[in-house]
């Protein structure tokens, strides 16, 4: 609770202000609409854009299944052989660095299906860090364990699930967090590429709409639901964090210290 | 104890073992060392004297260049690393259980050999804490617990105090010594401190570096036991001179070597 209060009271404050500058200087509602305006909004346009927000939650959540199951597959693939690691990584890279709107286009016209074709191009952006985090997490296993482990027989099996698993769940979800925003932020480009072309009904299609028809204060409403969406995901994903790691990691244990 | 040196079959018979790297570095000249059935012996000396080298071999976890290191048939050899190196994952009674659970062993009889051990490090009150809740000394408990739970006739020891206060260092040196002598454990202990061989060793053997090599042996028989008296006695430290004197030689000799 306590951690809460500040960031509230900057919104209060921020908003407040915004209220207060957009009614003393009479700003025109098409270029920046108060924030009671997108309230407004928000309530009158909530089937239109509800119906938007699942198209985009639903690219999203699949787009950040995919890249933890493609991910982790991987990560499990590289720690098997040094060979694999070496051959593929530089395209995990190539994958990575190239920026989704130049691949986008291509994407979207070599897939039929809408859905599919935007969560292809939100799990490459979002893969990245999973295959990483959980690669390094499943090589970061303590070498004093490992002997211990080997000088009582373990089997592969038993290394793997027992020693490896658990060694790579910190750096895991740490991938994870990153996974998630960038899900969103994926399903959120590829529908801006994907445009009016008559295939989107998600919430950047929302913007680009609002955009042509200068509906500014739907724009803002459009975004609102974004950014909520990616704060909403980002403590999910530290809620799912801290209940996986329990009492014993430092990352889980610190901010539970400090909320109690 | 002299029964036990005169048994044809010792827990430990290593014959000109010796460790040299592909890279060239002798990290270990030949040695030979054997071990009876209840003795307690430490190999003492500065680092990279290829004491943890040789421990290592004994345990199986590296393979002698040359020559031959034997552990008797029928031991049950248990190690003890420098650190507690226990998993962050699981609580006390977890880690102490692992050893069992990859060999398999059934529910109720590990239950009762975790409890078992915990209890005799003291733990037993500590069976669901989280390793990271434990104090430095705590920890090495639960690792010694985990080492006690499949019954072990040999005990593998590496610097295992090395990181603890003194006044934690002497009481574990006295547990392990209880321990020692209710399970009639064989002990290999490795530490680079002169006072704690000499407190808890039958015998020490004395190692130098560069190359690492066995350069002496000494017995210690303490005419009165091993108590807190014995810790300040003059007879302690006369043996503590003792290997001292060793120490210094050997790494005199060296430095004449090199000169």
């Known amino acids: 609770m306590k951690r809460l209060l500040p960031p509230v009271m900057v919104a209060i404050l921020l908003l407040g202000l915004w209220q207060w500058w957009v009614m003393a200087y009479d700003i025109p509602p098409f270029l920046v609409p108060s924030p009671l305006l997108v309230m407004k909004t928000l309530a009158k346009d909530w089937p239109l854009l509800s119906g938007s927000l699942l198209v985009t939650l639903k690219v999203t959540f699949l787009a950040l299944v995919a890249s933890v199951v493609i991910g982790v597959a991987v990560a499990f693939a590289f720690v098997q052989s040094r060979w694999i690691e070496t051959a593929f990584f530089p395209y995990a890279v190539l994958l990575q660095v190239t920026p989704i709107v130049a691949i986008a286009p291509l994407i979207i016209i070599w897939v039929q299906s809408p859905t599919l074709s935007l969560v292809i191009c939100a799990t490459i952006v979002a893969i990245f860090p999973v295959i990483a985090n959980t690669t390094l997490g499943l090589r970061s296993v303590n070498p004093g364990l490992a002997s211990l482990f080997r000088m009582h027989g373990a089997s592969r099996w038993q290394t793997l699930m027992r020693l490896r698993v658990p060694s790579a769940l910190p750096y895991f979800f740490g991938g994870l967090r990153i996974a998630s925003g960038l899900s969103l932020i994926g399903a959120v480009v590829a529908e801006f590429v994907a445009g009016t072309g008559g295939t989107g009904t998600g919430l950047a299609y929302q913007i680009l709409q609002a955009g042509y028809q200068l509906n500014i204060p739907r724009m803002f409403a459009a975004l609102v639901l974004i950014a909520a969406t990616g704060v909403a995901l980002f403590v999910l994903m530290g809620a799912l964090s801290r209940r996986a790691l329990g009492g014993w990691h430092e990352s889980a244990l610190r901010t539970s210290e400090e909320a109690a | ?30 040695v030979e060392l054997t071990v009876a059935a209840g003795e307690f012996v430490t190999l003492l000396g500065p680092s990279g004297c290829g004491k943890s080298t040789l421990l290592n071999m004994v345990a199986g976890l590296l393979a002698p260049s040359a020559g031959q290191v034997q552990v008797g048939e029928g031991e049950r050899v248990s190690f003890v690393f420098q650190e507690a190196t226990l998993m962050p994952w699981a609580r006390v009674a977890a880690n102490v259980r692992l050893p069992l659970d990859l060999a398999g062993t059934v529910r109720d009889a590990g239950d009762r050999r975790v409890s078992e051990a915990l209890q005799l490090v003291g733990l037993d009150k500590f069976a669901n804490a989280w390793p990271r809740e434990l104090s430095g000394g705590m920890q090495m408990r639960a690792s010694i617990a985990r080492s006690l739970v499949t019954e072990p006739t040999l005990l593998l020891m590496d610097e295992p105090f090395g990181a603890l206060d003194e006044i934690t260092r002497n009481r574990l040196d006295d547990e392990l010594l209880r321990l020692r002598r209710e399970r009639n454990l064989t002990v290999l202990f490795v530490t680079h401190s002169i006072h704690e061989a000499v407190y808890l060793s039958d015998r020490v053997v004395v190692m130098a570096a560069r190359p690492g090599r066995v350069v002496d042996e000494i017995a210690i028989k303490p005419a009165a036991g091993r108590n807190d008296d014995f810790r300040v006695s003059i007879e302690f430290a006369t043996y503590a001179k003792q290997l001292q004197d060793a120490l210094l030689a050997a790494s005199r000799n060296a430095d004449e070597a090199l000169a």
């Open chain 2, 1 to 30: 104890m002299s029964a036990a040196h005169l048994s044809p079959n010792p827990v430990i018979a290593i014959r000109a073992a010796e460790k040299t790297y592909p890279s060239g570095v002798r990290a270990l000249l030949p």
